[in-house]
């Protein structure tokens, strides 16, 4: 991959590979299918021990071999999240039609967005102490913990050296955060390439907080849904390599889509509620970053939670930026379950291969829209249509909101 020296004028940035590890799909191939058949990744939790909860539903990731990714590390000093995070990072190399080898002498950053970091873990060591005393406690479960090896691990399995490896720890907003941070970093010539994503694992300790908050669906989620329950958990990976167009271009490599831009605010309204003016501001400012106006987003992928209080105000802040002229709205979240720091990153790459396919992926277990939130959802079935332009939404407790604007590819700026 060709080097390029910081610029002042910026330059294009496009998606030029994927990395998925999700309930509904392994890889982009599997993912894609999901998303156009309306595939459900529910099923009854088995990470960790349900018994005292009412309900035990989840999206668990299953077929997952880490072996098969991660070559250069000993898999078991690697905790879940990270596991995920590595194995996807190698997908997207891959899927971009490089090898580890030619990023060896570029300039790059890597950037995993998490809500949990190494939780799933962390539950272990806890509980090996607590059963068995600090004598009890696993060396190897304690090295593992630590979140900024969610992305540190990918550049030792990738062996990258010329590289800054951050871990972004901005709740279900953080998949966004760090596709932001690389749009940033790519367009102003600072890198020459940015894997970004987000990663996450099951935990006992997010699940209970949501059951507590009573925000956790019997069995299946239906955002948009009259009769929605609330969310499922869910775990996996979103990796996305982004380039220049001119390094694209050089290689001859295949382009999914363009970022055209992004926005990002933290309101502090709430620790868990959304607030509607910050977010519309949050989808104003990244609508006017990318240079886009409101009329040419064809389709918006929602953060769509299946809560009582998320989908009317995320569905009222649509309407304050986008008129009476709504883009066809979704939630991925109805076949993924809620993926947390995963969650916009796994949309995004929804988003780029929705544009590149020509479709758009359905919200599953739709009944019947709720009145309150008054958009298309595109109930049930997937449908054929081009894209030229979408909206990806993120949005986090404490107000952290994350917004990122995708185009289609097109030679012309």
């Not at 309930?23 to 999901?34: K, L, R």
């Not at 060396?139 to 990918?154: C, M």
């Not at 869910?234 to 001859?252: D, F, I, K, P, V």
């Not at 992928?301 to 986008?322: C, L, M, P, Y």
Request: hydrophobic share 40%.
């Amino acid at each position: 991959m060709p080097g390029t020296a910081l610029r002042n004028d910026f330059q294009r940035v496009v998606l030029t590979g994927f990395g998925v590890i999700s309930s509904i799909g392994i890889g982009t191939a599997e993912f894609a299918a999901g998303l156009r058949a309306g595939k459900s990744g529910a099923r009854p939790i088995s990470a960790f021990d349900t018994a005292g909860f009412a309900h035990w539903n989840g999206c668990e990731v299953v077929g997952f071999d880490p072996q098969r990714w991660v070559h250069n590390l000993p898999v078991e000093t690697l905790g879940r999240a990270s596991q995920f995070s590595t194995a996807a990072a190698r997908m997207a190399v891959e899927d971009a039609g490089l090898a580890p080898d030619d990023l060896a002498d570029a300039r790059g950053l890597i950037c995993v967005g998490t809500t949990d970091g190494e939780s799933f873990d962390l539950e272990h060591l806890v509980r090996n102490e607590l059963d068995g005393g600090p004598e009890n406690m696993d060396p190897l479960h304690a090295r593992r913990i630590r979140a900024g090896r969610l992305s540190a691990s990918i550049a030792q399995e990738l062996r990258l050296s010329d590289v800054e490896a951050v871990t972004i720890p901005t709740a279900c907003a953080a998949g966004n955060y760090a596709i932001g941070y690389g749009f940033d970093t790519v367009r102003t010539g600072e890198a020459d390439f940015a894997l970004c994503g987000g990663a996450d694992a099951m935990s006992r300790k997010t699940f209970a907080g949501f059951y507590r908050l009573g925000t956790i669906a019997p069995d299946r989620c239906q955002p948009f849904d009259k009769g929605r329950k609330g969310i499922l958990t869910g775990e996996g990976a979103g990796m996305l390599m982004l380039e220049s167009l001119s390094s694209a271009r050089a290689r001859g490599a295949r382009i999914y889509a363009e970022v055209l831009g992004y926005g990002l605010n933290c309101d502090a309204y709430h620790q868990v509620a959304p607030n509607e003016d910050s977010v519309a501001r949050c989808m104003s400012l990244a609508l006017a970053n990318a240079g886009v106006k409101p009329e040419e987003v064809d389709l918006i992928s929602a953060h769509g939670t299946g809560t009582k209080a998320n989908d009317v105000t995320e569905s009222r802040a649509i309407r304050q930026v986008f008129g009476q002229q709504l883009p066809r709205t979704i939630s991925m979240k109805s076949m993924l379950g809620h993926t947390m720091g995963a969650a916009s990153a796994l949309g995004a790459i929804g988003c780029a291969v929705a544009i590149d396919q020509g479709f758009i992926p359905p919200t599953i277990n739709h009944v019947e829209t709720d009145p309150e939130c008054e958009i298309d959802c595109v109930p049930n079935q997937a449908v054929e249509a081009r894209l030229r332009v979408v909206q990806n939404n993120g949005l986090a407790f404490g107000g952290n909101n994350a917004v990122v604007v995708l185009g289609a590819y097109e030679e012309a700026s």
